[in-house]
């Protein structure tokens, strides 16, 4: 029997609502979502499994300027990301306007014959007059790539999208494709459970803290009914060390029971978490706290 299967590569500015949406496809916790930009900071993958397909969606960093080795690292993971895919979704936030880097991204797939669909989120924050003469604005795209709104928070026109992906997949035999059929990511538990912690983190800090913190799981122990995790929530100054514990510690808090909420509807099982918060100066130029948080700077 042969199926669908290849890899979509999912290109766009910050914010624009790339993780939401593989997440919306997946229907898994693949990829983080906070209000600030820059969240994603690897190529994820989240793997979709249907009877008929396997589409492999890579979630690359925001298209953006870079100020720090890891700036820069997302920026190449991007490229890498891109190189060879079967297509490219350009994701766009539908109340923006579509810029001359996302225009000439659009040409330079069409011209190299790989599919492009401009996926326009955030749908329902809209009237369907608004969507209408978004696509009207859109029309001389037409030409060189599919356009669809959709909304991943109502899950609107989400299956259409996957369903246009698919109709510019090659086709291969089932026993060939790239995941067994009940993966939905390549990334491992611990690297789920630092990326959730970060997004509860980000989400309750909002503009409290420059977009500098990271997450390192020191212990990941599973056992029969439960799960015992130890985390260190990386910050580059020691002010910002006492906003994200809080007064009296209440901040930390929060940010371990909503992770905790998430990690157990992940595991299954319950979740013992502990998190601590270290100071780490200027870590996002430090090569070798980077490689501990699993971004291979030389590899890309």
């Given amino acids: 029997m042969k199926i669908k299967c290849g890899i979509v590569a999912l ?26 930009p820059q969240t994603t900071r690897n190529n994820i993958l989240g793997i979709y499994n249907s009877s008929n397909s396997q589409i492999v969606f890579v979630d690359t960093p925001g298209i953006n300027k870079t100020d720090s080795r ?14 060879d895919i079967n297509v490219l979704c350009l994701v766009h936030d539908i109340t923006q306007m579509l810029d001359k880097k996302e225009r000439a991204l659009i040409q ?16 329902d924050l809209i009237t369907k007059e608004q969507i209408a003469n978004k696509i009207f604005e859109l029309s001389d795209l037409s030409k060189t790539c599919e356009i669809i709104p959709l909304s991943s928070l109502k899950h609107k026109n ?9 109709a510019f997949l090659p086709e291969v035999e089932e026993e060939n494709r790239l995941f067994d059929d009940e993966s939905y990511t390549d990334k491992p538990l611990k690297f789920i459970v630092s990326e959730i912690i970060r997004e509860k983190a980000l989400y309750l800090l909002r503009d409290e803290i420059p977009h500098g913190i990271a997450v ?8 029969e009914n439960i799960v015992n995790i130890d985390a260190v929530i990386i910050c580059e100054k020691q002010n910002h060390k006492g906003i994200i514990l809080g007064k009296n510690g209440e901040m930390l808090k929060k940010i371990g029971h909503n992770a905790r909420v998430t990690i ?17 100066t200027n870590w996002k130029n430090n090569l070798d706290i980077l490689s501990s948080l699993g971004y291979n700077i030389n590899e890309v």
């Fill in 11 to 36: 290109v766009g500015r910050p914010n624009a609502g790339k993780s939401s949406l593989i997440n919306a496809i997946i229907e898994e916790k693949v990829s983080i979502v906070s209000p600030k």
């Fill in 70 to 83: 890891l700036g820069d690292y997302m920026q190449k993971s991007v490229k890498g990301a891109i190189s």
């Fill in 108 to 123: 330079e797939f069409s011209s190299k014959n790989i599919p492009v669909i401009l996926v326009l989120t955030k749908a």
């Fill in 158 to 166: 989400i299956e259409e999208l996957v369903k246009l992906i698919e």
């Fill in 216 to 223: 390192i799981v020191e212990n990941y122990k599973e056992e």
């Fill in 264 to 280: 157990q509807k992940v595991v299954q099982k319950k979740v013992v978490l502990n998190i601590f918060v270290k100071v780490k």
